[in-house]
């Protein structure tokens, strides 16, 4: 299964990635990209099995991200890792096609729970 990160952090993007290991998601192909615009043009050439994604990242966001996806058509499992997670952005990432979203801080239990139905 190919995992792609979305995160303008290097940092983030490797706590994300360890814990995926530790809630036993080992073994999967994983892309990272440090904004919505990289992410968008990956996404198109090489479409990933599932994107996490932060919400707030410079030059284009995670939701703008899920957005453009679903209106070119790619059909993408999506899920946001955010620190922000208010009723509001909760509807909104619904509302757009979000599979889940994660609040940080975040442990692998967390991420087990939200994931494992999404990861095969």
Known sequence: MKIMIVDDSAAMRMIVKKTLRQAGFEGHE??????????????????????????NMPRMSGIELLEKLAAAGLNVSFGFVTTEATMDMRARATSAGAKFLISKPFTPESFKAALAPHIH
């Open 30 to 55: 994983i892309s990272e990209a440090e904004d919505g615009l990289k992410a968008l043009a990956a996404i198109q050439s090489t479409t990933p099995d599932l994107v996490l994604s932060d919400w």
